[in-house]
């Protein structure tokens, strides 16, 4: 297998794959989460605060790339992943 590290040190497989499965659990735990606090929202309650997040600025922007360091996280978990096995 190919060197791809360029002089950086490396991270043990063990301890990525326990890192990585930490950040998959905790995702999930957040999105759930997510989900029930939004499902006990009622029609005023939820309204209000969609109105208050499409007045921020920045809020008419409708990105359909990630920023830059989320997809530079994604690209080196999905190297790191791929390679881990």
Not at 13 to 40: K, N
Not at 44 to 57: H, I, K, N
Request: a positive charge; hydrophobic letters at 35%.
């Amino acid at each position: 297998m190919p060197d791809r590290s360029h002089g950086k040190r490396s991270i043990p497989a063990d301890a990525f794959r326990r890192w990585f499965s930490g950040q998959r659990a905790a995702a999930e735990v957040i999105a759930e989460e997510r989900r029930r606090w939004l499902t006990r929202l009622d029609r005023e309650t939820a309204l209000r605060l969609y109105l208050e997040l499409v007045s921020l600025p920045g809020s008419d922007r409708r990105e359909t790339a990630p920023s830059p360091v989320l997809a530079a996280m994604r690209q080196a978990t999905s190297r790191k992943s791929h390679d881990v096995g």
